[in-house]
């Protein structure tokens, strides 16, 4: 089915470790998202990107880099995880109106 | 400044009943409005929109009205079922790029 793909679905890491999600999208959307959400609040924008080979800061970059080599694919890469980065991450692509998500990342960083 | 609020995180209504979330913003930038619904351990998924331009869509039991002089967008679900328990979105986009709420929490009792 076309949509967005995150992997992985869960993982737990260790503070400091490293690691990158991907998300990977076959609808040829120009604009791809990485967003995360916590408890009792709402979908916060970590970074985006307008297109292949561009990113840009959302509102919490912190702590988080990103790529976009390929049009279909954006990847969000912690390189020494917190605890406060435990969370859950979801990737999305967008045309001007509407988005579509993928069914989200757990992590938890002990 | 949260741009987009959702002043109730959660709302318990019997089924069968009329369902009416709530959302209001600030900026008068905004230009398209959406809602999702998201299911525990799945993404966000697009519900309904509506344009600035108007003051209503409907789709089967969804409607959202704009009221663009109060700033306020509402979801209204008649009639309530218990599958519509789920958290729901708001999200405002200003030249495409998106602001969401906190969400609110609807429950829906047998």
């Known amino acids: 089915n076309a949509g967005v793909t995150q992997t992985p679905k869960f993982r737990v890491l260790k503070t400091g470790q490293s690691m990158t999600l991907l998300c990977a999208q076959d609808m040829n959307h120009e604009y791809m998202y990485w967003y995360r959400q916590d408890p009792g609040m709402g979908l916060r924008l970590i970074h985006y990107?307008?297109?292949?080979?561009?990113?840009a800061k959302g509102e919490v970059p912190d702590g988080y880099n990103v790529s976009r080599l390929k049009k279909q694919n954006f990847l969000l890469g912690l390189e020494s995880a917190a605890p406060s980065q435990t969370s859950v991450y979801f990737c999305?692509?967008?045309?001007?109106?509407?988005?579509?998500f993928g069914s989200g990342t757990r992590l938890t960083v002990v | 400044d949260q741009q987009v609020k959702q002043n109730s995180p959660s709302l318990s209504v019997q089924e069968g009943r009329i369902s009416i979330l709530n959302c209001d913003y600030t900026n008068s930038m905004f230009d398209y409005f959406l809602w999702y619904k998201k299911y525990p351990a799945e993404g966000p998924t697009f519900l309904i929109s509506i344009s600035s331009i108007k003051d209503k869509n409907e789709d089967g039991r969804f409607t959202v009205f704009l009221n663009k002089s109060a700033k306020h967008l509402s979801l209204h679900i008649v009639p309530s079922q218990p599958g519509d328990s789920a958290v729901y979105f708001c999200a405002a986009l200003d030249a495409g790029k998106s602001t969401f709420g906190d969400g609110t929490t609807l429950t829906v009792k047998p």
């Open positions: 999305a692509s967008s045309t001007s109106y509407g988005y579509t």
């Open positions: 990107s307008v297109g292949e080979g561009t990113t």
